[in-house]
């Protein structure tokens, strides 16, 4: 068998792949579980999309090293950002139930009432929705596994920054 590498292209398709995984089950779980996303859900969201384009555009391109270094940083970027708000989330999940925010305006609606920065902060707070742990796999809560996945990417966009241009030989 000849010996193969992973190449720039076939990761950055996997790790998109792996974004669109994440979406169709966060819409799987919205429109057929019907379980409605809180504001901090949504931003998540956001980052994954976020992450995916940057490594669809990184598969896309197959770029050399000045590239791959671009691609990597802005997939740790939004990853990170992404995770703050995943960390946030599991957080507000953690505290005790009187300790937990009280109800508050959907993303939609605060878009709509409030200045951008005011929004930003009312969504950073959180909601009681956010605090709400309807669905756990293996003890984690989808928060906790969105965490889990940007960490990943983290990872990953860490590799990409640091790493030449085949990567493993299989």
Same mark, same amino acid.
């Given at each position: ?10 990761i ?15 819409i ?12 901090? +859900? ?6 994954v ?29 939004f ?10 989330q599991v ?27 005011k ?10 929705? +956010?605090?709400?742990v ?11 596994w969105?965490?889990v ?12 920054m ?9």
């Amino acid at each position: 068998m000849k010996n193969q590498k992973l190449t720039m292209r076939t990761i950055c398709l996997s790790g998109f792949l792996l974004c669109a995984g994440l979406m169709s089950a966060a819409i799987y779980f919205q429109y057929v579980q019907h379980l409605e996303p809180c504001p901090l +859900c949504i931003v998540q969201r956001w980052f994954v999309i976020a992450v995916g384009l940057v490594l669809l555009a990184g598969a896309l391109h197959n770029p050399r090293a000045w590239g791959r270094r671009m691609y990597g940083l802005l997939t740790t970027l939004f990853a990170s950002l992404g995770a703050a708000v995943a960390t946030r989330q599991v957080w507000i999940q953690s505290l005790p139930p009187d300790r937990q925010p009280g109800c508050g305006f959907d993303l939609d609606t605060m878009l709509q009432s409030f200045p951008l920065i005011k929004t930003a902060t009312l969504v950073w707070a959180g909601t009681s929705d +956010c605090a709400t742990v309807t669905w756990r796999f293996l003890g984690l809560s989808m928060a906790g596994w969105v965490l889990v996945f940007f960490a990943g990417f983290i990872v990953l966009g860490f590799g990409l920054m640091v790493t030449k241009r085949n990567f493993y030989s299989l």
